[in-house]
């Protein structure tokens, strides 16, 4: 039977990713946009199968029911939700002002913890037994982020909130689990790795590499996967060896 997916920022970079590698796994996938329709349009549009829809929605702005329900509606139901959408905010502590300090922490908080807590709250209204909710959260949440204390902050919300719903969740038969990536390569960063930095982050993992956008959606997608309901409360590490924990 077809499974129904929904994957926040799923417009480029990690959630398109995830978008295909579920889509080539059997499942229909909502792909979820903020502000670029035609850019998810054609994400939807390229994956594999057929049935794919895009659904638009601010996380940060309190639009978390909308989303659920419009994908649900779409999809004619719903079995997946990846919390994927999330935002990096520069913001080390002794060089901004403390109004730009604040603004960091509450944009931070409200997209990468709020609106996945509040997107598993409604996901929750419809999925059922074998249902799955995986969030991507981060390498920053174990080792600290010194530049945007704010992310590493919330991804390790992410990764307790993600383990707190895998026991509350277990007694219905749905699964919640994580993956925390390291740097990734997408087209937000190519002028970085392009730049003096890139040799450096490259070096963090002894592969002397960055991961792909695929490398990260592989292991969202074996999370989805009928065999890994026993993985409840995982959170994976996706990072080449760049941190060991």
Same mark, same amino acid.
């Given at each position: 039977?077809?499974?129904?997916?929904?994957?926040?920022?799923?417009?480029?970079?990690?959630?398109?990713?995830?978008?295909?590698?579920?889509?080539?796994?059997?499942?229909?996938v909502a792909v979820h946009f903020r502000s670029d329709p035609a850019q998810a349009e054609a994400v939807a549009a390229n994956l594999p199968g057929a049935g794919h829809v895009t659904?638009?929605?601010? #996380?940060?702005?309190?639009?978390?029911?909308? #989303?659920?329900?419009?994908?649900?509606?779409?999809?004619?139901g719903l079995d997946v939700l990846v919390n994927n959408a999330g935002v990096y905010f520069y913001h080390p502590i002794t060089t901004t002002t403390f109004a730009e300090w604040q603004d960091a922490w509450r944009r931070t908080v409200e997209l990468n913890l709020y609106g996945p807590a509040d997107l598993a709250w409604h996901a929750v209204r419809h999925l059922g037994e074998g249902g799955r909710i995986i969030s991507v959260g981060s390498r920053g949440a174990f080792r600290g982020e010194p530049h945007a204390p704010a992310y590493g902050a919330a991804k390790a919300g992410l990764h307790a909130l993600t383990q707190s719903l895998a026991q509350s969740l277990a007694p219905q038969g749905i699964s919640v689990a994580a993956v925390a990536p390291g740097? *990734?390569?997408?087209?937000?960063?190519?002028?970085?790795?392009?730049?003096?930095?890139?040799?450096? #982050? /490259?070096?963090?993992?002894?592969?002397?590499? *960055?991961?792909?956008?695929?490398?990260?959606?592989?292991?969202?997608?074996?999370? $989805?996967?009928?065999?890994?309901?026993? $993985?409840?409360?995982?959170? #994976?590490?996706?990072?080449? $060896?760049?941190?060991? /924990?």
């Amino acid at each position: 039977m077809t499974r129904l997916a929904l994957v926040t920022g799923a417009s480029r970079g990690i959630g398109a990713a995830i978008a295909h590698a579920l889509a080539a796994d059997g499942h229909r996938v909502a792909v979820h946009f903020r502000s670029d329709p035609a850019q998810a349009e054609a994400v939807a549009a390229n994956l594999p199968g057929a049935g794919h829809v895009t659904v638009q929605g601010d #996380i940060g702005a309190g639009e978390a029911e909308q #989303i659920v329900t419009t994908a649900a509606e779409r999809l004619g139901g719903l079995d997946v939700l990846v919390n994927n959408a999330g935002v990096y905010f520069y913001h080390p502590i002794t060089t901004t002002t403390f109004a730009e300090w604040q603004d960091a922490w509450r944009r931070t908080v409200e997209l990468n913890l709020y609106g996945p807590a509040d997107l598993a709250w409604h996901a929750v209204r419809h999925l059922g037994e074998g249902g799955r909710i995986i969030s991507v959260g981060s390498r920053g949440a174990f080792r600290g982020e010194p530049h945007a204390p704010a992310y590493g902050a919330a991804k390790a919300g992410l990764h307790a909130l993600t383990q707190s719903l895998a026991q509350s969740l277990a007694p219905q038969g749905i699964s919640v689990a994580a993956v925390a990536p390291g740097f *990734v390569r997408t087209e937000m960063v190519t002028d970085l790795l392009a730049g003096p930095e890139g040799d450096a #982050i /490259r070096g963090q993992s002894p592969f002397n590499r *960055v991961a792909e956008p695929e490398e990260v959606a592989a292991a969202v997608a074996w999370l $989805a996967s009928p065999g890994a309901t026993w $993985a409840s409360g995982t959170i #994976i590490d996706v990072n080449g $060896a760049s941190y060991l /924990r």
